[in-house]
């Protein structure tokens, strides 16, 4: 039989049940709709972070407290105190692939500013730590050594700041506003870089010395981080061999104990995050596939039922000389017309969806086109499954006892 002529029978006959025909439909397009949204999503995800890990510079190394263990269990990092502000100077002063360096203190804290009051987060570096992580200053100016030495109560403010505490067109400039019970002058505002990929504000935060925060708000000796520029992206991994030797020296760890700090690239954090976003977005798609699955089936099921409804029709053609190929071939085709139209009904959804998505959640739109002929394909293929077993009954069907059907 010509495939245009077979073709034109299987839409003649699908058209006949137009309501059954595209609610068997419906399933494949869920199914695949989901399966191209997450991918789509996910891929915006993995550019977001990838993004703003960029922002915050490719040469940057994070070193961190190093996590407790009893027993082999991680007991977290909180009471760490193993390192200090002199880790920092040995390395600003014997790392020759470090441009920058500045110890890192943090504490939350209600921020008052006259009636207004917002709670936020206190970031204490050094005079570097701005350019360090990509901070840009709007008006004022940066903190200095002398500050630092002296404790000095002065801070800069992100833009969420300034929203929350001053009036429109107020200057924060020369006010001073109060962190707990500490007052503080502002000397600068930040410039706004908007929320990250985990959803969290970055410009919410005030940024003072290190000093500050460690004598004033928080009374500890030791820093919570240490952040550094590598003098490129290609010394980067020596940087860090650097690092971990001069660290492993400062704290006396022997030869073969375990370090008491973690040292992390931006290359390093990128691949933490897009393995999470992987791991999140296989999930997700696992469960859109059991849609699809349900969607195959919802098809299979309804050529069983055309089979069975058509039976006569099936033997008047085998009367008058249709073979049984001729018969598998059409409900064949009908099952992969079913299955192919649902499928790009569901891609063009998916691609909307993932649209959409991207809008409300500020991700970058991107289309996996990989996966969009992975979809494609594998409609044609679901199609043949969830066809083939209602074909084959549909051509083996004894002709005789098909006319006598009722």
Not at 13 to 26: H, Q, V, W
Not at 366 to 392: E, H, K, Q, T
Request: include cysteine.
């Amino acid at each position: 039989m010509d495939i245009l002529n077979l073709i034109r029978i299987s839409a003649k006959a699908l058209l006949r049940n137009k309501t059954r025909s595209a609610l068997s439909m419906l399933g494949i397009v869920i199914g695949i709709a989901a399966v191209i949204a997450v991918v789509n999503m996910g891929e915006g995800l993995k550019q977001s972070t990838a993004n703003q890990l960029s922002d915050m510079g490719t040469n940057l190394i994070m070193v961190m407290r190093a996590n407790q263990r009893r027993g082999g269990v991680s007991m977290g990092s909180g009471n760490v105190q193993s390192l200090k502000v002199r880790d920092c100077e040995l390395i600003a002063k014997n790392a020759k692939n470090i441009t920058a360096v500045s110890p890192v203190v943090n504490s939350g804290g209600q921020l008052v500013n006259g009636s207004k009051n917002w709670s936020g987060t206190v970031y204490g570096g050094s005079p570097e730590y701005l350019e360090i992580r990509k901070y840009e200053i709007a008006t004022g100016v940066n903190f200095t050594d002398e500050d630092v030495k002296k404790y000095a109560k002065v801070g800069l403010i992100g833009q969420t700041i300034v929203e929350e505490l001053f009036d429109d067109g107020e200057d924060p400039i020369g006010k001073t506003i109060r962190i707990g019970n500490m007052p503080f002058k502002v000397i600068g505002t930040l410039k706004e870089r908007g929320e990250n990929s985990m959803g969290m504000d970055q410009d919410d935060l005030v940024v003072m010395p290190y000093s500050t925060v460690q004598k004033r708000m928080l009374g500890v000796d030791y820093i919570q981080q240490i952040v550094c520029s590598a003098a490129s992206e290609d010394v980067a991994e020596a940087a860090v061999a650097e690092i971990e030797s001069i660290l492993r020296a400062s704290h006396k760890i022997q030869e073969g104990g375990d370090d008491d700090f973690d040292v992390r690239t931006q290359q390093e954090m990128l691949e933490m995050m897009t393995s999470m976003t992987g791991m999140i977005t296989t999930v997700l798609v696992a469960i859109a596939l059991i849609s699809l699955l349900v969607g195959v089936i919802g098809i299979m099921n309804i050529m069983y039922v055309t089979v069975t409804e058509r039976t006569k029709e099936i033997g008047l053609r085998m009367s008058i000389g249709a073979k049984n190929a001729a018969i598998l071939m059409q409900f064949l085709t009908e099952s992969m017309i079913l299955s192919l139209i649902g499928g790009v009904l569901g891609m063009v959804l998916g691609l909307v969806l993932s649209y959409v998505g991207s809008l409300l959640l500020s991700l970058p739109y991107v289309v996996n086109v990989l996966w969009m002929v992975i979809s494609f394909v594998s409609c044609a293929i679901l199609g043949l499954i969830a066809g083939f077993f209602p074909a084959l009954k549909a051509s083996r069907t004894d002709p005789i006892n098909a006319l006598r059907y009722e």
